[in-house]
């Protein structure tokens, strides 16, 4: 499967309050959420994001809370992957778990630009900047973890293989 | 080779004798936790799988504290579908009501975490638990969803990092100057996938309270774990309470550890974490000049006794200033039993305080205390994100209990060597 989108950039150590502030956790509705994804982060985000779009992070993004809100709120408003120089871990795992695409790369996070066109090879995790030509090789994902994917989430993976 | 206490303690929740970090491992869970926030998708999830039954209800722990009592038609109706589930499924450990508690405050109280155990919470301050010797860590409602099904998830075998506090402690310091100190050295991902592991003769010191409030932290240093291993102290908060069997673990001498930091607490002020980081503290003598509309003392991080006994030592026949709201939150029914009981109530209240229920409240900008754009708090919790207690133009500023007091009595923030004797 092929990703293929336009990018949105945000900083380092993007925070869950940022991505879905808490003050609209009291409903777990994604139509709900994704009105509000990223808006402590830039208030125009909702009303700019298209099917398909890629957002492009510094470090450590999806920081602070387990809320699983985050990556609902990001998938429901149509984002395709995010790729980041590194992820908070209970963001990472809750992506792979609810299967939002996500990936690792110093050199992508550092050189991709706002508004770049981007494809990535989701099976090899390549990553390459259609507007520069660039390409980059995301870090590797453990073979349990791509099998999480496979399935399409890890409740998926459990009612097919009758437990984790 | 050796292991840490957090690989040992993985291991034993496995089939295999050792674990090594990097592995990936499916481990038994003893206790899985959710809130209001993160049950309601929990349970979604769980009904989607189709299971009827728990495969152990009496390792689900659901407690209402975050938008309780409920502050709105949604988070009413949220909470109501979470009691109805509890109430189906014979959740003997649901509280609702009048037995909420901030959660990470109240398991430990109730006995429902253990030195040993390994805990996942949907929120991610389930690390709390570390600070009695348990691998404890936060994870999203799929993976609680998961453990609700199989009483399993999937762990990747974290690396430990090993801090040392020595020294004796400057005076107004305690656990949470400790903690914030450590995350301004390693910085919001310093601690990133592995596990913190805490020790020394100045955390040897501290009590559980203090030590609950580090092991909050870990998080905030992006952070699995924070773990303290179970001493003399442990053993007699736990025991009285314990009400299953559990183990103690100790790291081997040739452990090995990815990181190792070793600070003298005799550098260490009462520090201030300023917005929008937990990593940006600096020591009290270096804040300057910064007013302040609303301190909150409370949450998972400082809303046990000990904190309250600490604010209210500082308010004792004084005055908060006029223009600053100062917020109490007694962190469980029986945090503020004893606070009444000990008179800490009226002293709260003489000096103006509000008191609150025991709820997250403020603390992610939920209800009881949320800010204006442009207006400042300084509180005890942990977290100072970007619109964390309010407008997104407000700003957090943390502080231990001691800071938050006198400050809420200066209207800026202040030492508490500037309002006590």
């Known amino acids: ?164 | 080779m050796g292991m840490t206490i957090a690989e040992k303690i993985l291991a034993a929740h496995t089939d295999a004798h050792e674990v090594m970090p990097g592995d990936i491992v499916k481990v038994n869970v003893d206790v899985a936790l959710a809130n209001d926030i993160t049950a309601p998708l929990a349970i979604k999830a769980f009904k989607a799988g189709g299971q009827a039954k728990l495969a152990d209800p009496d390792r689900v722990v659901f407690v209402l504290d975050h938008f309780t009592p409920n502050k709105d038609i949604a988070s009413a109706n949220q909470c109501k579908m979470v009691r109805d589930f509890a109430h189906n499924h014979e959740l003997k450990n649901f509280f609702d009501g009048g037995d909420v508690g901030v959660e990470h405050a109240l398991l430990p109280e109730k006995g429902l975490v253990l030195p040993g155990d390994l805990v996942i919470g949907a929120d991610s301050h389930t690390c709390t638990y570390g600070a009695l010797g348990a691998f404890a860590t936060g994870v999203g409602s799929t993976d609680l969803a998961a453990a609700m099904m199989t009483a399993q998830a999937w762990m990747k075998v974290p690396e430990s990092m090993k801090f040392v506090f020595k020294g004796e402690l400057l005076p107004w310091v305690g656990g949470k100057d400790l903690i914030l100190y450590l995350i301004g050295d390693i910085g919001v991902d310093g601690g990133l996938y592995r596990v913190l592991e805490i020790e020394g003769p100045a955390v040897t010191s501290l009590d559980l309270s203090n030590r609950l409030t580090m092991s909050n932290m870990a998080i905030e240093a992006g952070a699995k774990a924070g773990i303290i291993k179970a001493d003399d102290k442990t053993m007699a908060y736990v025991k009285p309470r314990a009400k299953r069997p559990y183990t103690v673990f100790e790291s081997d001498a040739d452990a090995r550890y990815a990181a190792f930091r070793e600070y003298d607490c005799a550098n260490i002020e009462p520090q201030v974490a300023f917005p929008h980081l937990p990593a940006n503290t600096r020591p009290i003598s270096e804040v300057g000049e910064v007013r302040i509309d609303q301190v909150v003392i409370g949450s998972c991080t400082n809303g046990r006794i000990e904190d309250l006994r600490v604010s209210a030592g500082i308010l004792k026949g004084q005055k908060i200033d006029k223009r600053v709201r100062c917020v109490v939150l007694p962190a469980t029914p029986e945090v503020f039993l004893q606070a009444e009981e000990e008179g800490l109530i009226r002293i709260f209240l003489q000096a103006g305080a509000i008191i609150g229920p025991p709820s997250c409240g403020p603390c992610l900008g939920g209800h009881l205390g949320i800010l204006a754009k442009g207006e400042k708090a300084l509180a005890t919790t942990n977290r100072n994100f970007v619109g964390r207690m309010g407008d997104p133009g407000s700003e957090v500023y943390l502080s231990g209990p001691a800071v938050a007091a006198a400050s809420a009595v200066t209207g800026r923030i202040s030492s508490p060597s500037e309002v006590t004797e």
Not at chain 1, 44 to 66: E, L, M, T, W, Y
Not at chain 1, 99 to 109: H, N, Q, R, T, V
């Open chain 1, 1 to 164: 499967m092929n990703i293929r989108g336009r990018v949105f950039r945000f900083g380092d150590d993007i925070d869950t309050d940022a991505i879905i502030p808490a003050r609209y956790l009291n409903t777990s509705d994604p139509e709900e959420l994704k009105k509000h994804c990223m808006e402590d982060a830039d208030p125009a985000f909702p009303s700019k994001v298209s099917r398909g779009d890629i957002i492009v992070a510094g470090k450590n993004f999806g920081c602070g809370s387990s809320r699983e809100h985050a990556p609902i709120a990001i998938k429901a408003s149509g984002v395709s992957c995010v790729i980041a120089s590194s992820f908070a871990r209970i963001f990472f795992r809750n992506s792979f778990n609810m299967g939002l695409p996500i990936f690792e790369s110093d050199e992508a996070s550092a050189e991709i630009k706002e508004g770049d066109i981007v494809e990535v090879e989701a099976s090899t995790g390549l990553i390459t900047d259609i507007s520069t030509g660039k390409q980059y090789r995301s870090r590797p994902i453990p073979q349990f973890m791509q099998e999480l994917i496979a399935d399409g989430g890890l409740m998926e993976h459990i009612l097919k293989r009758g437990g984790i």
